[in-house]
């Protein structure tokens, strides 16, 4: 299962500019760092009214994980 693609598909659904979102992937045995970078304006969507979506993506993110055995780690630039 790739967490990368996961992650950049939720992304792209949320966001105005689908283009610019871009994940970036660390791997360190079975922990994933993915970092999500999106445009300026579509932050707050991706993060949501006190953090919602945000918790949202990550707990989506974290149930994959663990199909994979591996412990994930998102972060939102």
Same mark, same amino acid.
């Given at each position: ?7 950049? %598909? ?30 300026? %304006? ?36």
């Amino acid at each position: 299962m790739d967490l990368k693609l996961i992650l950049t %598909d939720i992304a792209r659904a949320i966001v105005d500019s689908p283009d610019e979102v871009s994940v970036t992937e660390t791997v360190d045995g079975d922990n994933v760092v993915l970092v999500l970078s999106v445009a300026e %304006d579509d932050t707050g969507m991706v993060i949501g009214r006190h953090g919602k979506i945000a918790k949202a993506i990550r707990a989506v993110m974290k149930a994959a994980a663990n199909n994979c055995g591996k412990h994930v780690t998102v972060e939102i630039k």
